[in-house]
């Protein structure tokens, strides 16, 4: 899994063009989902919710990019 966040931070810092911003933007939506899922009940809940609302930036920041 932190590979993963890696390979999104990585494609972040890379997209050029509205299609790569569209496909990152994706990849970030599908991690919030995930950590989102995770219920109040498991002992990484905290952490999940800390870390969802950090991808929500970076989500955003994709967004952003998407009409540029």
Request: aromatic share 8%.
């Amino acid at each position: 899994a932190a590979s993963d966040v890696y390979k999104r931070q990585e494609l972040t810092q890379t997209a050029s063009t509205a299609q790569d911003w569209v496909l990152v933007a994706n990849l970030w939506q599908d991690t919030i989902a995930i950590l989102d899922s995770i219920p109040e009940s498991d002992p990484n809940h905290a952490m999940a919710e800390a870390k969802a609302a950090e991808y929500r930036d970076n989500l955003a920041y994709a967004q952003s990019n998407i009409d540029q």
